[in-house]
């Protein structure tokens, strides 16, 4: 699809909306949704990031001594990326890295409705099944379980043990999964999703990189990092997967256009 020029400029101030994004890995959130998380979050937008991993099976190791020390290392640089990016409720799970295909759907859907009941977000972002432009298993499973978490946080039939006072079934209105222009040459085949949201991101290209880098451990990845992102670094392209709004899909340039707020 074609992305026409902006014609819906994003709308501010978008205070009392929230945008949720679920990840693998920490600097997922930072490499793939991070000028479009700051650029809500500037917008006055509430937001969190659910990484399922604490991302302890890395090759770049930062000198941890054992899968232990480099998650309780990777916590940290999560933290700290997520307070660049301005992330209103940043949430890291404990699942094993490299083996999100081996855990039990119904136990991670489980932990990401919760964590969408509690959050309520309007918008959900995460990666497709093609795992993104690195093509991680880790990533299409995230996007996987997100999706119907996504489905199954609205049902009354569905986790109903959860609802007590405060969390009860809640509808969030549209889902995302990340997409790119691009593939990463000589890797194995990615199939991507359609761009049909573009969100520009220009003015929060420098921070995003910054955020990236507040993963040290990961400092070996900078260079292909940097080289992938800097000359695409206006926008952060979406495929738009559902919605309850419905009806055929056009080129949109806001995540938010048509969400009502609750
Ligand atoms: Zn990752």
Redesign the pocket.
């Known amino acids: 699809m074609q992305l026409t020029a902006p014609d819906q400029p994003i709308r501010y101030n978008l205070g009392m909306l929230r945008l949720m994004c679920v990840?693998?890995?920490p600097?997922?959130e930072a490499g793939g949704f991070g000028g479009t998380l700051l650029k809500y979050r500037s917008a006055g937008v509430e937001t969190s990031v659910v990484c399922l991993t604490p991302g302890q099976a890395a090759t770049h190791r930062g000198g941890a001594k054992s899968d232990y020390e480099l998650a309780e290392m990777r916590k940290k640089e999560f933290a700290a990326a997520c307070q660049i990016l301005k992330v209103s409720r940043p949430v890291i799970l404990d699942y094993p890295d490299g083996q999100l295909y081996l855990q039990n759907v119904n136990r991670v859907v489980y932990a990401l409705a919760l964590e969408i009941r509690k959050f309520r977000p309007h918008v959900l972002m995460t990666f497709g099944a093609d795992g993104g432009v690195?093509g991680?298993p880790?990533?299409g499973m995230a996007g996987v379980f997100a999706s119907l978490a996504f489905q199954w946080a609205g049902r009354n039939n569905r986790y109903a043990d959860q609802f007590n006072g405060d969390i009860k079934p809640y509808r969030t209105q549209k889902l995302y999964y990340g997409t790119a222009d691009f593939v990463i040459p000589g890797r194995q085949p990615i199939t991507l999703a359609p761009q049909t949201t573009a969100i520009e991101m220009k003015e929060h290209f420098e921070t995003k990189v910054a955020a990236f880098k507040a993963h040290t451990s990961q400092a070996p990845l900078f260079p292909l990092f940097e080289e992938n992102v800097r000359n695409r670094s206006e926008r952060e392209l979406f495929h738009l997967v559902a919605s309850v709004q419905g009806g055929p899909v056009r080129p949109e340039t806001d995540l938010f256009e048509g969400v009502e707020e609750d």
Do not use: I
């Open positions: 990840t693998a890995h600097d997922d690195t991680h880790d990533h």
